[in-house]
Nanobody, 120 residues
Framework: QLQLMESGGGLVQTGGSLRLSCAAS????????IGWFRQAPGKERERIAC????????YYRDIVKGRFTISRDNAANTFYLQMDNLEPEDTGVYYC?????????????WGQGTLVTVSS
């Protein structure tokens, strides 16, 4: 069974940092594009950071550029979202996604989501 499992969410103060992890099971992550998406309260899910493997494309939403970093460890079959200088507007449920077609910000597989709350 192909699965993604997020971890690392929680409550943090403004200016703090969190690192989200997404562990893949049932498939080799190295053949997939990866991405992080966020759904804030009352809003639609939006893409935050994405990366392809085969050609190294990267995407960051403007509001997180310079603060968030997406990375992967194929040997560990896990990818990450390092979030620094967090703001209350970063609050939401964060979902990881993977795409076997290597589409930048494509999402064939989804994790269950992890809640990030940034207090002011």
């Amino acid at each position: 069974q192909l699965q993604l499992m997020e971890s690392g969410g929680g409550l943090v103060q403004t200016g703090g940092s969190l690192r989200l992890s997404c562990a893949a099971s049932g498939f080799a992550l190295g053949n997939y594009a990866i991405g992080w998406f966020r759904q804030a309260p009352g809003k639609e899910r939006e893409r935050i950071a994405c990366a392809t493997e085969f050609d190294g494309q990267l995407y960051y939403r403007d509001i997180v550029k310079g603060r968030f970093t997406i990375s992967r460890d194929n040997a560990a079959n896990t990818f990450y979202l390092q979030m620094d200088n967090l703001e209350p507007e970063d609050t939401g449920v964060y979902y990881c996604a993977a795409d076997p077609w290597e589409r930048l910000c494509g999402a064939e597989l989804w994790g269950q989501g992890t809640l990030v709350t940034v207090s002011s």
